[in-house]
C-alpha cells in the first residue's frame, strides 16, 4: 500500500498570511498562533512569511487570489472572525469569505488554510483564538504546513 501524507516541518516554504483588521482584537490571536506554528514546528524562516492586511472577511478572497496568482507562495493562511449580530449581514460575509477561499484554493492549487471564526458572539470567539478552546490561527497553520507537503509529494 502506498500511503501519501504531509510531514510539518517546510523550511523552504513561503507562507502569506492574510488577516482581516476587523475584531482584530480576536484575530491578532490567531496570527499569533499561526506565526508560532509555522516558525517552530514548521521551521519556515521569518523572512518567508508574508502577512498582509486587509479591512475585512469580506476583502479576503481577493487578497487570497491575488497572492495565489502570484505563484510566489506554497500555502496562504487565512485569518479573520466574523460574528453575529442583529442582521443577515453575518449569513452574507461568511459565506462569500468561505466561498471565495474555497474558489481560490481549487483555481490555483494553492492551499488555503481557513483561519476564519464565524461565531454567535464574542465569547465563543474568544475560547477560539487561544483560549479553551484553543487557537483556530494555530490549526490552520498546521493544515497549511501538512498540504504543503502532501502538495510536493503528489506533484
Ligand atoms: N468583517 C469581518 O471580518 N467580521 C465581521 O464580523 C464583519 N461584520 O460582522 O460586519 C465584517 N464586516 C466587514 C466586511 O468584511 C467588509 O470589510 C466591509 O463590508 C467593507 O467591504
Known sequence: MK???????????????VVARFNS???DSLVGGALDVLKRQGQVAEDNITLVKVPGAMEMPLVCKKLAKS???DAIVALGCVI????????LVANENTKGMSSVMMEFEVPVAFGVLTTENI???IERAGTKAGNKGAEAALSA?????????LD
Open 3 to 17: 500511503v501519501i501524507e504531509g510531514l510539518m516541518a517546510a523550511p523552504e516554504a513561503n507562507v502569506a498570511i
Open 123 to 125: 465569547e465563543q470567539a
Open 84 to 91: 453575529r449580530g442583529g442582521t443577515y449581514h453575518f449569513d
Open 145 to 153: 504546513l501538512e498540504m504543503i507537503n502532501v502538495l510536493q509529494q
Open 71 to 73: 505563484g510566489k507562495y
Open 25 to 27: 482584537f480576536i484575530n
